[in-house]
């Protein structure tokens, strides 16, 4: 009996055994195995000819199996200076010179950067939430999103537009940009 395994090696269940009337990987959309498709010979008996399967699929009828491509996230400060997050998942904060620690997203140069802790918050890809959580990092200062004060250690959903704000009084602000 055939294996289906995902040929794609970009797609995270690359090689992995998947169920045998599966003819899409759920993870890419890649195709899947093989069907039989049925040519006459030349005594007019049907021959079992396997042909690579040929599936269209729009990518609505998908989507509960297939997560949309992660985008780029960037927050952009309100002097119109961008951050981008250039992995899955990383800190935002400011420079440690002591210990060299420079988090992910670093915040160091901009006006007001002293309410910000070295490593203020946590920003990741959430797959199952197809979505970029943020959770504030025990912070002095705190965090706000969309004027909300977040609960340390708790994880908020970061949407297009979401006015993200560290510290009190609105010292620094910016707009999460996703693309």
């Known amino acids: 009996m055939t294996v289906n395994r995902c040929p794609n090696p970009n797609c995270e ?3 992995r055994t998947l169920p045998n009337n599966v003819k899409v990987c759920p993870m890419c959309g890649t195709s899947l195995g093989n069907v039989v498709v049925s040519t006459p010979t030349a005594d007019n008996q049907p021959a079992s000819v396997e042909q690579p399967a040929v599936i269209q699929a729009s990518t609505s009828s998908l989507s509960p199996l297939i997560s949309s ?3 780029n996230l960037r927050l952009i400060h309100t002097s119109g200076k961008e951050f981008l997050l250039l992995g899955e998942d ?3 904060g400011r ?3 002591t210990n060299k620690y420079t988090p ?3 915040l160091t140069g901009i006006a007001n950067e002293k309410v910000l802790s070295r490593s ?7 797959k199952s939430q197809n979505a970029y959580m943020l959770i504030d990092n025990q912070s002095r200062n705190g965090t706000y999103l969309n004027g909300n004060f977040l609960t340390r250690g708790t994880p908020y959903r970061l949407n ?3 006015s993200l704000e560290f510290g009190q009084e609105k010292l620094i602000c910016f707009t999460v940009n996703l693309t």
Do not use: L, M
């Open 90 to 92: 990383g800190y935002i």
């Open 95 to 97: 420079r440690n010179f």
């Open 104 to 106: 992910e997203i670093d």
């Open 160 to 162: 297009h537009n979401d």
């Open 13 to 15: 269940y690359f090689n």
């Open 120 to 126: 203020h918050a946590k920003i990741y890809w959430d």
């Open 69 to 71: 491509p992660r985008p």
